[in-house]
Nanobody
Framework: QVQLVESGGGLVQAGGSLRLSCAFS????????LGWFRQAPGKEREFVAA????????VYADSVKGRFTISRDNTKNTMYLQMNSLKPEDTAVYSC??????????????????WGQGTQVTVSS
């Protein structure tokens, strides 16, 4: 059974930075493409970033490109999301997810079978 636990969320001022972590357990971490999604109050869940099994390929939503960096450490079974130059519109619950059948990164929520509980990120203006 795959388990994902996010951490690193919090309250930050606009322009600040946060680093989210996603701890993975239950299967072989390096076999899965991974992604980050977010959901703001009253809005639908949206794709943020995704990374391939090896970490050599990444894809980002246009809204975060150039500000966020996704990475993974296959020796620590952990994925990260470095978020810089945060904006109030980045406020949301951020969740990590696993795409078991994908090798390359995918933006489609339907490709992800396992999800974490999420961590709250609040950016004040």
């Amino acid at each position: 059974q795959v388990q994902l636990v996010e951490s690193g969320g919090g309250l930050v001022q606009a322009g600040g930075s946060l680093r989210l972590s996603c701890a993975f357990s239950g299967r072989t971490f390096s076999m899965y493409a991974l992604g980050w999604f977010r959901q703001a109050p009253g809005k639908e869940r949206e794709f943020v970033a995704a990374i391939s099994r090896s970490g050599g390929s990444t894809v980002y939503a246009d809204s975060v490109k150039g500000r966020f960096t996704i990475s993974r450490d296959n020796t620590k079974n952990t994925m990260y999301l470095q978020m810089n130059s945060l904006k109030p519109e980045d406020t949301a619950v951020y969740s990590c997810a696993v795409a078991p059948l994908r090798i390359v990164p995918t933006t489609r929520a339907g490709d992800y079978d396992y999800w974490g509980q999420g961590t709250q990120v609040t950016v004040s203006s």
